[in-house]
């Protein structure tokens, strides 16, 4: 894939503060943070979004979200947190590797029952 900035930082060219890794899941900060704990949690190889890794490697998205719970865990948020995958333009995902935001460290709100 050319021209991904997730396959970039997995490939060491753009820097990124490493939160948790696996042989195929990568998990760093959120440049822009909504909270105050976001990280972004990726599977190593490209996948344009959750369709695409659901239907191709399903494993692969079990392995994305174990590290997500992982995160979770390790960043302390025993309040709760949100996990958030976003796929396609009209829901908001604005880098199309598949990716899952890691939300926590306040109350959140209610974003659905």
Known sequence: ?????FCD???GDVPAT?????DRALAFRDIA????VHVVVIPKQHFVDTHDIAHADPELLGEVLRAAT???VQEGLTGGYRI?????PDSGQTV???HVHVL??????????
């Open 1 to 5: 894939m050319t021209d991904c900035l």
């Open 9 to 11: 930082i997995v490939a």
């Open 18 to 22: 490493k939160v948790l890794e696996t």
């Open 33 to 36: 943070p909504h909270a105050p």
């Open 70 to 72: 992982d995160v979770a």
């Open 84 to 88: 958030l995958t976003n796929t396609g």
């Open 96 to 98: 199309f590797h598949v």
């Open 104 to 113: 926590g460290g306040k109350n959140l709100g209610a974003l659905a029952g």
